[in-house]
């Protein structure tokens, strides 16, 4: 459950600048294309440890923005068009790979990289809160929660640290440009970031939930106030609500309606974030506004 609010939330963060910019899809071209460099660092290392697959992936998510900018240039295309002719190229290129090569015998498959295995990151030697203060306890637990933690951890201090200048360049790129605020290169900064939330949540929770994370918490947010500062933390609240929500209710939902069998817990929390989406535009101020307008 910890583990689902860290990703959560670190794909909630900057996903409110690219709701703003209207660039809410690289959170998604992201998140496909990371599966071709998870591939092609198992095939060049022979192992699934979880360095090399970073590495991998990071990689990938890099070559990918590259690519988006590129396209959008030379292409003189749009940027939407730009990171779908991109992420369906490398997703399906990763697809390829992954059937074709000798990774498909093992647990690295495409199921895997949609859906996650947020169900078997659990902490044995967590069985009482004497345990956090147990050295030999905490070395058990997943490093997926280390891994998250510190990315959350340095999305946030760079948005606190350059604030004004992502709020500038969101708002208004002319005139970020003309008192030196350089919207481009903070931009570029922001992909990058992204790049890294995806994939650092990639492993544990699947592009299902980073897809969903990276817009429906900021979307609802956005229903919920103007200000920017407010939205923010609007999405980290609804994303830390859909990973509690659709882990419990993954798990314990169907027994409450007779069912013997839990649910995929990353469609839940997705689901469940879709849920809240559709709650504030029905019912959030925004929608009020409107209605009294």
Known sequence: MLIGVLAACACALPGNFLLLRRQSLIGDAISHVALPGIVAAYLLTGTLSATAMFLGATGAALLAVALIELVRRLGRVEPGAAMG????????????MLEQSASRNLHLDVEHALYGNLESLIWLEGTSWSALLDPAALAGMPPQIFRLALVLAGLALFTVTFWRELMIGTFDPSF??????????????????????AVASFDAVGSIIVIAMFICPPAAARLMTDRL???IWWSMGFASASAILGYVLAGYGPMWFGSPHSVSAAGMIATVSGVILAGTALFGPRRRQNLAA
């Open 176 to 197: 970020a440009q003309s008192i030196g605020a350089r919207p481009r290169l903070f931009n570029i900064a922001l992909v990058g970031l992204v790049a890294i939330a």
């Open 229 to 231: 500062s407010r939205q």
């Open 85 to 96: 002719v991109v992420f369906t190229t490398l997703f399906a290129l990763g697809v390829l």
